[in-house]
């Protein structure tokens, strides 16, 4: 018996789940796939569409206690890598968009975050603070191929001598290694490159477009042999999935000169519990049941999770015992490494030796 319902290929999400912010008389219009069909053409419906918006500030401060940054940037929402487990996929629904293939489909392109940044920076009353970019989409996704917004982004940070975080998954940051070394001469920069698996089988389902796991690596090891601080982030550990790969992953992510390694226990709110579920029980159906109830078990008996301090650590025996392997891991790999302290204090003597030529 054939398959009614295949799995979309390239795609994490294998469908739309419904907007919370729209009620169910709201009719949703795909323009472009309509105009397609009266064109008489048929409309891939896979491919992805760019969508310029035009946003008054690209710089937020993050008030969540337990993310670990004060300022954040995104210059892309929605985000074509795919990753089914995405905590971001839920933002896409402000926009008016499913969180599921809409999130992969539809990425809205912020052209002018460059300019807004430099606004930003700029301010009399702006203090220098790391801000962070990807804190919600990766930055480095394959829209920055062609539209080169964070690179522009970082010559501004080199420009006004201000500390700037990134935080991906994409070995095309290396296509700005000659800006991150300029960086880098001043304490500037800080990495952090997401490495969830040390096997391209579980990669290609979990994190369908992004860079290969030996890619990866090889980034982690370029940066670190050009003097710039790599912090690895094991993030999610999903019980059942990667989560046997926490001390082959940390020895191996060492090896090639990360300074540190993060994690975090998979926790699935709002949409992405319906979307993962649907996804699990499409690639990986013999163990579908066996994840979900241990992802449940490290949440309360759901899989979601929205207290602070708890949501990203999880509880209970499963819980426990992936946040005490990543504490032998440390131990074990990075015990006498640790990322530097990011310099704060050039912006400000640039800023006051600019005023004083006005």
């Given amino acids: 018996m054939s398959n009614q319902n295949p799995a979309i290929k390239g795609r994490g999400a294998q469908l739309n789940t419904p907007n919370r912010f729209f009620e169910l008389r709201h009719e949703m219009r795909d323009d472009f796939l309509e105009y397609c069909n009266k064109e008489g053409e048929e409309a891939d419906k896979n491919r992805t569409l760019f969508l310029e918006v035009f946003p008054k500030t690209i710089v937020n401060k993050v008030e969540s206690p337990d993310v670990g940054m004060g300022y954040s940037m995104n210059m892309y929402q929605g985000c074509e890598h ?15 968009y499913s969180a599921g293939l809409d999130f992969e ?11 807004l940044l ?5 301010k009399k009353s702006w203090r220098a603070f790391p801000i962070v970019m990807s804190g919600n989409t990766d930055c480095y996704q394959p829209a920055e191929q062609q ?5 522009a982004c970082l010559e501004v940070f080199l420009k006004y001598k201000h500390p700037v975080g990134i935080i991906t998954k994409n070995a095309l940051i290396l296509r700005d290694l000659d800006i991150l070394k300029e960086l880098a001469k001043d304490n500037l920069i800080s990495t952090n490159i997401s490495i969830t698996s040390l096997s391209e089988t579980t990669r290609r389902v979990l994190e369908p477009r992004t860079a290969t796991i030996k890619k990866r690596l090889e980034t982690v090891k370029t940066l670190s042999e050009n003097g710039i601080p790599v912090n690895v982030m094991l993030a999610p550990i999903i019980p059942s999935i990667n ?20 994690h975090t226990v998979v926790r699935l709110n709002g949409a992405i519990g ?3 579920t649907d996804w699990i029980k499409k690639t990986m159906p013999d163990r579908a049941d066996k994840v979900l109830h241990q992802i449940e078990s490290c949440h309360g008996g759901t899989l979601n999770e929205s207290r602070y301090g708890v949501r990203m650590r999880g509880e209970g025996k499963i819980a426990e015992q992936i ?32 005023l004083k030529l006005f």
Avoid at 105 to 110: A, C, D, G
Avoid at 118 to 122: R, T, W
Avoid at 329 to 338: C, E, G, I, N, P
Wanted: aromatic share 10%.
């Fill in 82 to 96: 795919g990753c089914v487990y995405c905590y971001a996929r839920n933002s896409h629904e402000y926009w008016g």
């Fill in 105 to 115: 489909r539809r990425i809205l392109v912020k052209k002018n975050a460059p300019a």
């Fill in 118 to 122: 430099e606004e930003q920076l700029k």
């Fill in 147 to 151: 539209f080169k917004i964070t690179r």
């Fill in 243 to 262: 989560s046997h790969e926490i001390l082959p992953l940390a020895k191996t992510v060492s090896e090639h000169g990360a300074f540190s390694i993060a």
């Fill in 274 to 276: 319906h979307l993962f």
């Fill in 323 to 354: 946040n005490m392997m990543m504490a032998l891991a440390r131990k074990k790999y990075f015990a006498d490494k640790k990322m530097p302290k990011l310099n704060t204090t050039l912006h400000e003597q640039f800023k006051d030796g600019q």
